[in-house]
């Protein structure tokens, strides 16, 4: 019953995506406003297709409805609730319905946002582009990858349960919702770039449309890759965060792309420049994502991430090349129209930073692209088999990053337009200062390593710079009004969110680039084998193997090591944990976390004749990588607040249809 | 300052890459399922590398130069493998057709498993063909192993002819020996 | 004395003895951080730089599996004998074929993964650099403060102008 109901809701689904997507295109070639009204109306069909067919996926997976052939191929009886509720995108179909369900919930929210715009074509073509990727994705669950298919032959007794690696952390709970929360959110921004395209309006309307929804999804997708790295540390137990795994590429992709879209978006909103640069930005970045969903499906890459092979490969490489082609075509057609008012004046100012994000942001992009794709070229061409791994990705990325680190100090102080050099040496004359004696300090504490001395230097450099732009507009603020500081820090931080806020992600940035550093070049790692009762010393801690424990649950059977850790660290417990369903045993670290050092064990081979081998590794300031996560979380977030006079001029211009007087909205504006 | 000219060129570039990524792509998804399935030394007709190995029951030493002028089954497996616990009933089989043959020699090498598990799955499954605990994972690294079960399968003159990754059956094993032994081709 | 002089000629001081400072700290920097040779930090760059053979997408420094143990026991004994970090590489290609090494070699097609996002940068900032020196040959105006006005005003009637071409929908 529920196979029907669910494959019923998939096929509602995507016929009313369809007849959404026909009436809104009759609505535009005929102009009558009532197609219009109505073909929006169908968002409503829709999401409650998306949600029920999830709610039925859910009761399915508790109901330990084996009748199911994703439910059987993952819950078992004895795996825990929370592992139930997340193998609803434990695998390849489920994590389809997933991206069907946030899609869905985008596209109507922003329905709603613009529901007093319905008659506007820009808006109509938008969602005529949105429903056209639900009807694609909704498609390809009813034709490809039916996550309702019955189960052939007989209904089994017992499911096989999640892949261990799944049912391990309570992160999968979070850190997939978050990655596709962000990603698929791109699909919002890139519908408006295509109806700006295809109805020519290609000034700010649709940028101001756009710019919210972007820094949304970047920031659940910035959120998502911190997580990501969190699991990796925490849970893979190889002790690195970050592998250059295609499927983490996959989702570092868009990021870039977002990234230098919502700095070079600011240029167009100044000076109206860069408008193809920043349409193709918005393209390229929804077009990656796809590309990350079709490598991480369609079975080209073999990675620890990757779903099981699939036949949904050809599927979404066709779907791929419809969205790069419709891209292409629309900007080389629209070429001639796209003629920007503005120029630069200056290589010394905010617009020529900004252009210089976008390189290195763009190439950053093109590097990982080509590291990822670079071994299937190889392999069609010559059949030869290569790898490309951690070393390539760091010797190009790092200089960018460092780079990187150097705009972050001197843009946000460049002024608009030109300057003279002097206005430049007067503002960072201190940070500059700041980022010489961190040198100084770096270099008589022993450091060592260009990059991670220049990551500390460069890092102090712009943190300075970003407190001197705080405490300057501090400064401002109370000689106008007679304020107490701590009043006029949160006064100044309030009016102009959108400023601060990013201010704000670049001070997580520097701090994951700190933390890189430090892990980078300061971590020590070594594999000791120990009886019970016997010490060993490494890097000033003493290590006791105490002896091993097992434990068993219908989950799992977990073996593990006791060892106890001097200087206070306490207790530590590596163990291997196998399940009934997997071969082999699953390596669960024991990590002990302070701001500054990670003690951090892993099991490496199965105590069972006595001696114990236990990987050591000590990291130095490991926690900063996800403070920084938080902080860039948290600038995001500041950054979404709309200032009181621009949250009115928005609203007065974003929801007024051609032809409203918005002068009462201009005039409260500028009161 | 116009922008027509570049635009369009560019975008156009940006297309033709495009389509050579698409076209890359779609090779690699249409020849997945061809995984060479024969191993590094077999395809280059190369020689084997020599081995020590601890005998797993006995302890005492197996070196591959005791076993010279012999053709040599080489079988990589463990306990824990599903394929390796598939072809377990062709490798008995195969052995106990051949065993009393004066030049024919197998040897299985343990990858990835523990003493005490190995010989209580030896004992239970009654191979009776000697298995040796490869020190340090010389051999495996020396035969440029990646995976298990991976049988070779060595003439008299030190050349591995023949072979497989994965699994392998009765009927593949003879035509193999039968192939090292008269120099033929193996299919 | 300090005190007597101006602000700018003072603050020229501060970005001349900055500049020393710096570069400076840059030459110890870069002398200090010079290639490692030792053999334990030659083993250590070596194991990351070759791939473990049986895992997905681990360096042989990462990965636990025995394979891996292996190489990582063996390295040592390869750099006693007195194999350079080439030939060593060259001797494990050997046994695993080229899909051991963890990055591109620098002949043959596989150069290319060095020379398109290289080439690309290089490119770009080419550009770039190209269209600032065309945009500035034209005279520069400054602007007044009424000048800014108007434009405000002018932008924030803009924002109504979605076609880009100065007429703003009645």
Redesign the interface.
Known sequence: MRISLGYGLIAIGMVASALGLVTLAAGLRTGRRSLLDSGRRYVVVVLGASIGAFVVMETALYGHDFSIKYVADNVARATPGLYTFTAAWAALEGSILLWVLVLSVYVAVTMWRFRNRADDPLVAWATLVQYAVLLFFFALMFFAANPFKPQPGTVPFDGAGPNPLLQNHPLVAIHPPFLYTGYVGFAIPFSFALAALITGRFGEGWLAAVRRTTLVSWGFLTVGIVLGAWWSYSVLGWGGFWGWDPVENASLLPWLTATAFIHSVMVQERRGMLR?WNL?LVLATFCLTILGT?LTR???ISSVHAFS?SSI??WL?TF??LC??VS??L??WR??K???PG?IDSPVSREAAFLLNNLLFAGFALVVLTGT?FP??V???QNKQITVGEPYFTRLAVPIGIALLFLMAVGPVLPWRATSGQVLRDRLLIPAWAGALTLVIALIAGAHGIANVGAFALGAFALASIGRTLVVGIRARRRANAEALPVAAVRTVWSNPRTYGGLLVHVGVVVIAVALATTGGYTTKRDVQLAPGQSTRVRGYTFTYLGREVSSSAQKTTIKARVKVSDGVGELAPAISTYPNA??GIGTPSIHTTPFRDIYLTLV??P??GTVTIGVQIGTMVMFLWIGGLIMALGTALALIPARKRDVLARATLDAAPGDDVSAGLAEARA | ?????P??WI??G??VV?VL?????????S??PSQASMP?LVQQHAAAPDFTLRDLSTGKTITSTSLKNKTVVVNFFNS???PCQLEEPALQAFYAEHRTEPDFAMVGII??D?A??MRNYVAKKGIDWPVGIDP???A????????QPETYVIAPDGVAVCGALGPSTQAALDVWLAAARNGQECT | MIAEVSRPTRNRLLWVALGLVVVVGVVLLVVRSGPDNSPTARATRLEHELAC??CEGQSVADSE???S???R??IPTLIAQGMSDAQIRAYYVG???EKILETPSASGIDILAWVIPALAIFLGGAAIAVALR??SRVPRLHATADDEALVQRARRAELHDDTGDGEVPR
């Open positions: 193809v193709s079709f369609s079975g080209v092979q490969g050809p490489l791929l090349g790069a082609f292409v075509a900007v080389a070429g001639d796209l003629r920007s120029r794709v299937l070229l392999e069609a061409l071969a082999e081979s199965s069972t004749s | 300052m116009s922008l027509s000219h635009a369009r975008a156009l940006v297309g495009m990524l698409s076209v890359v792509l779609a090779v690699s998804i020849r997945r590094r824990w493998c599903i990858i990835d523990d005490p598990t340090n994972g010389k495996s690294v020396d035969f440029g192993t990646t995976g | 053979p049986v599996s025995p394979q143990q292996a190489i026991a063996e046994k695993y074929q065309r945009w």
